[in-house]
């Protein structure tokens, strides 16, 4: 099936239970929380869905359940995070019998960080091997991509069809957005800057921010598509200040804190990540009405 990837794209949180194993029944309840919020897409797997820590199993399984539960309604991405282009086709192949619109995959991660050359060698192999569309997710600070690399990546590869750009500098966002080959997307991750990534043209977001606060994402979206910049920037500041309290070292686990206030199962974080502490809750708990008030949703 053909997929429009565009727009607000949360990676989901993967609930554990108190075994750490997967809870099933939890992650079909948050994927049908983002579809009553009208994201645009999901993806399982990211780094707020803990993607580090799963299995090849794991991942696939994670990508069936997501597949069951959005009936092809809007496109499914596959996180792969590993250390190696064998591991990673491998988890490819492991998501390729689902209905995946795209791969959202890192470079190599590990203290041996590749030449140029070798990422390269590393995407090509990949897209040869999978018939599965890539999104290089550049996160990596040790191995993070340039604009130029990207864009040679994107120009050789016709399996690479984007990037999502994390890091806070939005400075590459926007080389990028003037240099990126026709028909490539860029997908922004800097979370405190949603809004003027999404001014500059960027074609959507895969990002914490979305995962945490879906609707009020969204209406950012929106609200940026239809030119009400000053609504924009009103929701911008306040996600700003949401930012800044979920902003830390378990991020993913005060993601899951935020999605249970809204009622949505999320289990716990798997070791060593620590849960969000009552420091955290008390200052994610003062932000997150305020933002929540952008939510057009909620009504």
């Known amino acids: 099936m053909a997929h429009v990837l565009k727009g607000i794209i949360p990676p989901l949180v993967t609930p554990f239970k108190d075994d750490e194993t997967i809870d099933e029944a939890a992650l079909r309840e948050n994927v049908c929380f983002m579809l009553k919020k009208g994201v645009h897409g999901i993806c399982l797997g990211g780094s707020t869905g803990e993607g580090h820590t799963l299995s090849t199993e794991e991942l696939a399984r994670s990508i069936e359940i997501a597949c069951e539960e959005v009936q092809g309604r809007i496109p499914v991405v596959a996180g792969i995070i590993a250390n190696s282009t064998r591991k990673s086709i491998e988890m490819a192949k492991a998501v390729a019998r689902y209905d995946v619109a795209a791969l959202q995959v890192t470079p190599v991660h590990y203290v041996f960080k590749p030449s140029e050359d070798a990422t390269y060698a590393h995407f090509k192999r990949m897209t040869e091997e999978v018939d599965l569309p890539v999104i290089i997710y550049n996160v990596v600070p040790w191995n993070y991509l340039s604009p130029a690399l990207l864009v040679r990546l994107m120009e ?10 994390s890091a806070g500098d939005l400075k590459l966002m926007a080389d990028l957005m003037i240099s990126i080959p026709e028909g490539k997307l860029v997908f922004t991750a800097v979370d405190a800057l949603l809004y003027a990534s ?5 074609h959507g977001t895969i990002a914490a921010n979305p995962a945490a606060v879906p609707g009020v994402c969204v209406a950012l979206w929106n609200a940026v598509q239809a030119g009400e910049h000053a609504k924009a920037q009103e929701i911008h500041k306040s996600l700003l200040r949401f930012w800044n309290t979920i902003y830390a070292d378990n991020l993913p686990a005060n993601v899951k804190y935020v999605l249970a206030k809204q009622g949505v199962s999320t289990g716990i974080p798997r070791m060593p990540m620590p849960a969000t502490s009552a420091e955290q809750a008390a200052r994610i708990d003062e ?12 009504a």
């Open 156 to 165: 050789g590869l016709p399996g690479v069809i984007g990037v999502k750009q």
């Open 287 to 298: 932000q997150l009405a305020a933002v929540l008030k952008w939510d057009e949703t909620a």
């Open 198 to 202: 999404f001014a500059m043209g960027a």
